[in-house]
RNA sequence: GCCCCCAUCGUCUAGGGGACUAGGACGUGGCCCUUUCAAGGCCAAAACUGGGAUUCGAAUUCCCAUGGGGGCACCA
């Protein structure tokens, strides 16, 4: 068997959506399964459309999920550029080949034109597409429109009759009539090609192996078989992945809220935890498992395993293996990688600091941007709350005011706050002398040193607080309840 | 409007004629643990879109219907 080479070939106009990158994962995973060349190239054949730092955007997607590639715009390879837009002259050169062979033919038709045809087909119920007037020129005609120096582009001239085939190893045989399919642009009349021209010469001549998109490009095939038949060139194993779609079953848009990978990245989704997820839409290994190290997707990643449905994508679901991951990190490492986003948040800290915090906050952590929220508590110099809060239910002012003072007292008798265990003795034993539920003391406790009724395990807080600061707020929560 | 694709719990899915009283996971509900919230453990509710056909036997095969989605550009 030849080698496996396949290819992510996104254009650079956004940011790439986990679609999209579903997709190149796919290919990735395929390339590395089977030890072949994943490639990169940038389908940036519409000026207009194009974004100043979509090309970045695009190796920041991959780069964030360890997809990397072995050929590409930036690193070059064999079968360069890796960039269409640097491929012009390619695109040209076989163009005129189609034209040589009749396969494809110059319209002078204006946009104008176009547009006027289309209204006019909309209003009779017709489907939109171009009349061929072009087509059928007779030389003399198309002689006087060259001598007029007129704009063209190259249309596909497509059969009138008969069907197309392709063979599709996810969806069988897929079948449409050449009736149903449009003369399609080749070559615009800057000189660039269309998505369908570029796609197929540097399918074929980058020697892709196995072609992998989404399914939306379904009823775009028949162009592209057409296409391979005029060159005679051999059609590569083409597999249309099932889209992945916002919760609503609608293609993924903008309006979904956060759909691209990178916006993922920045909220504090882990690498892997992405990866895990989103090789799950569309893809299964089996009825049980559920969670995959890259290498172990590697390794069971095959084509045949990838389903035909459209899969919507489950934020739940994420946070839920997202959290999963985060748990498995230890310590230093989970460190490591939330510092960025306290810093982020202007709560200035150390490496060492928080890896103290970690073992608090871990197992609530649904993404690594939660950290803030979390834990801001800690570092923030005054606290701002409600004394209201300090009472909490089944209590009383002067019940919460007698509490807080035995908890003063008995934390002001302990010169260092690192012994939890010891603290949380004395602590309980104060709570029972007061004939108070210990939901009702620490509570009370608990709005008193983290602000919140709801925290992370109180004592590990005093302690990371440390005495002056733990005391301070106490101090201040007894003053403030009394005044309030 | 025309063409195409898809169809198992709310969601991701396993299933490829009898092993199905249809399995797992997320989410949901309940219980346990517990000074809050989590995490964890246990339990529960929850699906084969409908109708024909083939067959001794269909979630699994074939038709039709319905539903959903996608495409119909000098965009990819």
Known sequence: MSEVRVRFAPSPTGAPHVGNIRTALFDYLWARHTGGKFILRIEDTDQAREVENGLDLILGSLRYLGLNWDEGPDIGGPYGPYRQSDRLQLYTQYTQELIDKGAAYYCYCTPERLEEMRKEQLARGESTRYDRRCRFLTPAERAAREREGLPRVVRLAVPLDGETTLHDFIHGSLTIANRDVD?????????????????????????????????????????????????????????????????????LSKRHGATSVIQFRDEGYLSEAMLNFLALLGW??????????????????????????????????????????????????????????????????????????????????????????????????????????????????????????????????????????????????????????????????????????????????????????????????IHALETS
């Open 284 to 477: 299964a290994y089996d009825d049980k498992t559920e969670l995959f190290t890259r290498e172990q997707l590697i390794e069971l990643f095959t084509l045949d395993k990838i389903g035909r449905a459209p899969a919507v994508f489950d934020r739940n679901k994420l946070d839920w293996m997202n959290g999963v991951y985060i748990r498995e990190l230890s310590d230093a490492q989970l460190a490591e990688r939330l510092l960025p986003f306290m810093m982020g948040a202007g709560l200035v800290t150390d490496l060492g600091t928080v890896q103290r915090m970690v073992p608090l906050f871990r197992e609530r952590l649904k993404k690594l941007s939660d950290i803030v929220s979390l834990a801001d508590f800690l570092l923030v110099q005054d606290l701002e709350y409600d004394p209201h809060l300090l009472v909490g239910p089944k209590m009383d002012k002067a019940t919460t005011l007698t509490a807080l003072r035995t908890a003063q007292e008995v934390l002001e008798s302990f010169s260092s706050f690192e012994d939890e265990t010891r603290i949380e003795a004395e602590l309980r034993t104060a709570s029972d002398r007061l004939s108070l539920k210990y939901a009702q003391f620490f509570g009370a406790l608990r709005v008193a040193v983290t602000g919140r009724t709801v925290s992370p395990p109180l004592m590990g807080s005093i302690r990371l607080l440390g005495r002056e600061k733990t005391l301070w707020r106490i101090d201040w929560a």
């Open 183 to 251: 003369d399609q642009v080749l070559l615009k009349s800057d000189g660039f090609p269309t998505y369908h021209l570029a796609v197929v010469v540097d399918d074929h001549l980058m020697k892709i192996s196995h072609v992998l998109r989404g399914d939306d490009w379904i009823p775009s095939f028949p162009k592209h078989v057409l296409l391979y038949q005029a060159f005679g060139w051999e059609i590569p194993p083409h597999g249309h992945v099932p889209n992945v779609l916002g919760p609503d079953k609608k293609k």
